[in-house]
């Protein structure tokens, strides 16, 4: 099987993806999981291009959430499945996003809560953090995952990949109807973007709440 590189989210980390991880290694699967928090596109993307470019053969990237920013930069992946994740190019940012489905929709788009420091980093409200990641976990789930959770700076928002990798890269990508933290106007023009699409009923965190599902799907591509 080819090896799998795992990139998680912002405000997330390589422990949250533990679960389908463990999954995998015992199915034989040679997996790494970067951590990319707090650092900008640019960075992530060359480390994750230089995981590829030792890779004994050409990977298989899973990119959740904004993860797919890094994922969208890389070049000689043999597949990209994006998971409830931002399919864009260069110039395409979450913010361009946000103002693009306002135009479209004529609605303020559902955003996800945040709270901002005076140091410039943005921290998800764990108040409420449970329903709009986390709806389908179960209690234990979440609460893990949750204080796992960390603060990303601002700029964040106006990130874009270094390349457009969907466009010559077999990819997939994986719709959650139950996502509370990507808008469906947004997904709707992210899916139409990969060769294949695959819809579950899930949350926008299906590595946690739909482990075994993500792992047969990986090993699927792999």
Do not use: N
Request: aromatic share 6%; net charge negative.
């Amino acid at each position: 099987m080819r090896p799998l590189i795992v990139l998680h989210g912002s405000w997330h980390q390589p422990a949250h993806f533990d679960d389908v991880v463990e999954r995998l290694r015992r199915d034989g699967v040679e997996v790494t999981v970067p951590d990319l928090g707090g650092r900008p596109i640019a960075e992530t993307t060359r480390t994750v291009q230089e995981i590829v470019d030792k890779a004994a053969e050409p990977p298989v990237v899973l990119a959740h959430s904004f993860g797919g920013l890094t994922a969208s930069g890389l070049q000689g992946a043999s597949h990209l499945i994006y998971l409830a994740a931002i399919v864009s190019e260069p110039g395409e940012t979450a913010q361009y996003w946000i103002e693009r489905t306002r135009e479209e929709t004529g609605r303020e788009p559902r955003q996800l809560p945040l709270t901002f420091d005076d140091q410039g980093l943005t921290h998800l409200d764990l108040a409420v953090v449970r329903e709009a990641l986390y709806a389908d976990c179960t209690d234990a789930v979440a609460e893990r995952a949750t204080a796992l959770l960390r603060p990303e700076p601002v700029t964040i928002f106006d990130e874009s990949p270094e390349g457009s990798a969907w466009k010559d890269t077999p990819t997939t990508y994986v719709t959650c109807t139950e996502d509370r933290a990507l808008v469906p106007e947004m997904v709707v023009h992210f899916a139409g973007r990969c060769e294949t699409t695959v819809t579950w009923r899930a949350s926008h965190s299906p590595y946690l709440s739909r482990p075994v599902e993500l792992a047969e799907l990986v090993l699927e591509r792999l």
